[in-house]
Antibody, heavy 121, light 108 residues
Framework: EVRLVESGGGLIQPGGSLRLSCAAS????????MTWVRQAPGKGLEWVST???????TYADSVDGRFTISRDNSKTMVHLHMNSLRAEDTAVYYC???????????????WGQGTLVTVSS | EIVLTQSPDTLSLSPGERATLSCRAS???????LAWYQQKPGQAPRLVIH???SRATGIPDRFSGSGLGTDFTLTINRLEPEDFAVYSC?????????FGQGTRVEIK
């Protein structure tokens, strides 16, 4: 059974940094691209970042230069390092698995339950 | 960026009725790279449809997807109590990948 469990969310002041983690199990982790998607309160889903099985990374313009996605295949984990956080980054952050290796033109076949990040002073 | 607009925002129906949800794209979604997800409060989103019309593993056949180009539809026949949720469409044809704002299917 595929399982994705996010952690690391919390309350952080504007300008601060946070690292989200996603622990994956139930599939051959290194063979699939992984993605972070967020959802601000009362809003729709927003793609944030994807890392391919080969470590190629892509970012939404809204987070490019501030967020960094990484993966640790030995621990089957994916991380999202978030710097220079803003109020508009407040959201539930979901980890999601892609059905293929590359992360291009992929839907997301499994999702975690999310972790809440609140950016506020 | 492809903007996806879903309609209606809320659909109030009774169990056993048919739900028809619309997703309209601001430009053509190539290769029908359009997915639908189901979200319930406190739960992980769940893939329902990919490739505009392919049901995901474990999704009952009362769910069907259709459409091409800029107009897509998710149909749920004979609504079951567990189908009441928010449904979001997602295009993965053109980066940045984008989502619709969601349609809430609620019990009338």
């Amino acid at each position: 059974e595929v399982r994705l469990v996010e952690s690391g969310g919390g309350l952080i002041q504007p300008g601060g940094s946070l690292r989200l983690s996603c622990a994956a199990s139930g599939f051959t982790f290194s063979s699939y691209a992984m993605t972070w998607v967020r959802q601000a309160p009362g809003k729709g889903l927003e793609w944030v970042s994807t890392i391919s099985g080969g470590d190629t990374t892509t970012y939404a313009d809204s987070v490019d230069g501030r967020f960094t996605i990484s993966r640790d295949n030995s621990k089957t984990m994916v991380h999202l390092h978030m710097n220079s956080l803003r109020a508009e980054d407040t959201a539930v952050y979901y980890c999601a698995k892609a059905p293929w290796f590359n992360g291009d033109n992929d839907y997301f076949d499994f999702w975690g339950q999310g972790t809440l990040v609140t950016v506020s002073s | 960026e492809i903007v996806l607009t879903q309609s209606p925002d809320t659909l109030s129906l009774s169990p056993g009725e048919r739900a028809t949800l619309s997703c309209r794209a601001s430009q053509s979604v190539s290769s029908n790279y359009l997915a639908w997800y189901q979200q319930k409060p406190g739960q992980a989103p769940r893939l329902v449809i990919h490739g505009a019309s392919s049901r995901a593993t474990g999704i009952p056949d009362r769910f069907s997807g259709s459409g091409l180009g800029t107009d897509f539809t998710l149909t749920i026949n004979r609504l079951e109590p567990e189908d009441f949720a928010v449904y979001s469409c997602h295009q993965y044809a053109s980066s940045p990948w984008t989502f619709g704002q969601g349609t809430r299917v609620e019990i009338k």
